[in-house]
């Protein structure tokens, strides 16, 4: 069994050939933050034979299953996030880039404190930013879009 094969299972899904494929494009090339209409064109470029909604779905599948977390934006619009663990998130506007911000556990532990003792199931907060990124941030951006 290959590890996509088994990633799967452990989420409770049926590693369908589909499912496979559209996991191999998501995981394995480090955390990343698309959309599904990016997803999309990124299968079709790989010469994947997939429609919209299996796209769609599967992305919904993979985030009840754990392996994924939405990020909504805007009504409209959200991203997927490989990395499904407590995040910030800033989002730039004009834009349309998504970063994370990796928050240290003891940040969390204050949190929670704060709100009364706590244990958050899991912490998403999205920042909103007008502009562009700035030219240091816009930099790494550019690199980790390449991959």
């Known amino acids: 069994m290959d590890r996509l094969h088994k990633r799967l299972a452990r989420a409770g899904l049926l590693p369908t050939r589909q499912r496979k494929a559209i996991a191999g494009l998501l995981f394995t090339d480090g955390d990343r933050h698309l959309t599904a209409d990016e997803l999309y064109a990124e299968a079709r470029e790989a010469g994947l034979r997939v429609s919209r909604a299996t796209v769609y779905n599967t992305l919904h599948a993979f985030v009840n299953g754990g392996l994924l977390r939405e990020v909504p934006i805007e009504p409209d619009r959200s991203y997927f996030d490989t990395n499904p663990e407590h995040a910030c998130h800033v989002y730039f506007d004009d834009t349309r880039q998504l970063i994370e911000v990796r928050l240290d556990p003891g940040e969390l532990r204050r949190l929670a404190r704060r709100l009364g003792g706590i244990d958050p199931e899991r912490l998403s907060v999205v920042i909103h930013v007008r502009?562009?990124?700035?030219?240091?941030?816009?930099?790494?951006?550019?690199a980790a879009h390449r991959h």
């Not at 502009?131 to 951006?141: E, F, K, V």
């Open 131 to 142: 502009g562009a990124p700035p030219p240091r941030l816009a930099r790494r951006l550019r």
